[in-house]
C-alpha cells in the first residue's frame, strides 16, 4: 500500500460538534483528495488539494473545509456534524496526471 | 458534463462465467478512464487504466469512444473476484476524478 494513513479509523460523535480527520502521507505527492463513500452514490469528491496552502472545492463540500498546512498532511473538518454527514470517508493521493492512492477509510457515525 | 454511469448496482454470476460491468462517460476531451476495486473491508484500488491496455487479473477493459463505454470484463468469473468495481473518468487539468456509483459483483460457487 502507498504510504497513506488516515486518522482515526472510527469515530461516533453527536450532532452540532466539530469533527477533524486527518490524511497523512509519506510519499511527498503534491495532490491530495477527500471523498465520502455511500451507498447509491459511490464516491464523491469534498474537498482537494494542489499544494501545500492550494485547495479547491469539489462535488460535495457544503459543511466540509479543509486545510494543509504542510505536505504530507491534509485536515478535514466537519464544523459542525450533522446525521446526513455520516460516511464513510476516504482521503487519496496523486503525484499527478496519474493514478489516485487510497488511504483505509475512516467511518464516522453522527448521532 | 463530465460524468460517468455504472448502470448496474448488482451483478451476480455464477464461478465460471463470464463477466461484464458496463460503464458509459459524457466527457468533451479525450477521455482517461480506469477502473478501481474495493475488496471486503480494503482500501480502493486501481485495477487498470485504459492507456496502459494491459489485463490484471483476468480483467480486460476496451475504450469504445464511439459509444463512449468502457466496459470491464472477464471470462471465467472467480469467486475472489467479488468485490465492489468504481469506473473513474480523470477529469483533464484539474486532476480530479470522477466516479461512477458501482457495481457490487458477487460471484456464486
Known amino acids: 500500500d502507498a504510504g497513506i494513513t488516515q486518522s482515526p479509523r472510527h469515530k461516533v460523535t453527536e450532532t452540532g460538534t466539530p469533527v477533524t480527520l486527518r490524511c497523512h502521507q509519506t510519499e511527498n505527492h503534491r495532490y491530495m483528495y477527500w471523498y465520502r463513500q455511500d451507498p447509491g452514490h459511490g464516491l464523491r469528491l469534498i474537498h482537494y488539494?494542489?499544494?501545500?496552502?492550494?485547495?479547491d472545492k469539489g462535488e460535495v463540500s457544503d459543511g466540509y473545509s479543509v486545510s494543509r498546512s504542510k505536505t504530507e498532511d491534509f485536515l478535514l473538518t466537519l464544523e459542525s456534524a450533522t446525521s446526513s454527514q455520516t460516511s464513510v470517508y476516504f482521503c487519496?493521493?496523486?503525484?499527478?496526471?496519474?493514478?489516485?492512492?487510497f488511504g483505509p477509510g475512516t467511518r464516522l457515525t453522527v448521532t | 458534463a463530465q460524468r460517468v454511469t455504472q448502470p448496474e448496482k448488482l451483478l451476480s454470476v455464477f464461478k465460471g462465467a463470464p463477466v461484464e460491468l458496463k460503464c458509459n462517460y459524457s466527457y468533451s476531451g479525450s477521455p482517461e478512464l480506469f477502473w478501481y476495486v474495493q475488496y471486503s473491508r480494503q482500501r480502493l484500488q486501481l485495477l487498470l487504466r485504459?492507456?496502459s491496455r494491459e489485463s490484471i487479473k483476468g480483467f480486460t477493459a476496451d475504450l469504445n469512444k464511439g459509444e463512449t463505454s468502457f466496459h470491464l470484463k472477464k471470462p471465467f468469473a472467480q469467486e475472489e473476484d467479488s468485490a465492489m468495481y468504481y469506473c473513474a473518468l480523470l477529469g483533464g487539468a484539474t486532476n480530479k476524478l470522477i466516479f461512477g456509483t458501482g457495481t457490487l459483483l458477487a460471484v456464486q460457487p
Open positions: 488539494s494542489y499544494g501545500v496552502k492550494d485547495t
Open positions: 487519496a493521493i496523486s503525484p499527478g496526471q496519474d493514478e489516485q492512492y
Open positions: 485504459h492507456i
